[in-house]
């Protein structure tokens, strides 16, 4: 197993600490001492005192029983409080619920995170369909509608420096899985205004984006309406474009006033 990455020298114990926390979060289950000590660069005493602190701050829990670490009580308290300071989602829940009370299919609220997708908020459809995405999960930039809509609309040497953290991993037939099919895609999407996910991330899903845009441009957002190639094809999701463009006019126009990260 290839040997995780080390944080950067200058980030000193803290930075060590998290690189432990994304270790365990990584997981997604609660994980022992010797799945994390296996590929981790850290010796074993640094990481044994590593995760002892954690646990003593409340940012891990220890199963004594089980002898597995997870995620602790003061964590999931910080994430909630990032959640509502740093993502749209609180402001734009009710226009997301409408979106998908109008349309009748799943709605999802997303932003960029290091050139990725975050999806900060899911309102399913009456009958929901089964699919990856889901909030608080991190999706790929390059193949999903909400991350090119988003993608399309950064500056310059902001998306150049995306793209270098794209994998381009075919997931599909459809996958557009080079820099060059990516960029002329993005290239549309700026004179349209929207984006399209037709099965590029998961077999039979498809979905129209929009981005949601600051008044200088930038994109604080993106928004979706997705479904399965059973239940529609792609010339009746073009249907909602107008309403879809409206309520990412909304949205943004909802937080023009409130102080997003950089």
């Keep these: 197993m290839n040997k995780q990455a080390s944080p950067t020298s200058g980030d000193g114990t803290v930075g060590k600490a998290l690189d432990v926390l994304d270790r365990v979060a990584a997981m997604g289950r609660p994980v022992r001492f010797t799945e994390l000590l296996s590929d981790s660069v850290h010796p074993k005493a640094t990481l044994y ?3 002892q602190t954690l646990v003593s701050q409340g940012m891990l829990a220890y ?3 089980q002898q597995t670490y997870s995620l602790g009580i003061r964590l999931v308290r910080l994430a909630h409080a990032a959640w509502r300071q740093s993502s749209i989602a609180p402001i734009a829940r009710p226009f997301v619920r409408a979106l998908s009370e109008v349309v009748g299919e799943t709605v999802h609220l997303a932003q960029l995170d290091g050139g990725q997708v975050l999806y900060v908020d899911k309102r399913n459809a009456i009958n929901p369909i089964d699919m990856y995405s889901q909030a608080g999960k991190i999706g790929p ?4 509608g909400v991350g090119k809509a988003q993608l399309a609309f950064l500056e310059p040497a902001e998306l150049d420096e ?4 794209q994998s381009f991993y075919r ?4 996958t557009l899985a080079t820099e060059t099919a990516l960029r002329a895609d993005l290239e549309k999407i700026r004179k349209e205004g929207v984006a399209f996910d037709r099965e590029e991330h998961e077999p039979g899903i498809i979905c129209i984006a929009a981005p949601v845009l600051s008044s200088k441009g930038r994109p604080i957002g993106a928004l979706s309406v997705t479904t ?3 239940r529609k094809g792609m010339k009746e999701l073009v249907e909602v474009r107008p309403v879809l463009l409206k309520t990412a006019s909304e949205i943004a ?3 023009e006033d409130w102080q997003f990260p950089a």
């Design 49 to 51: 005192r590593l995760l």
């Design 63 to 65: 199963d004594e029983s």
């Design 141 to 144: 930039g390059y193949c999903t």
């Design 162 to 165: 995306a793209i270098k953290k």
């Design 171 to 174: 997931y599909t037939p459809e």
């Design 228 to 230: 399965s190639t059973t």
């Design 253 to 255: 126009a909802a937080v």
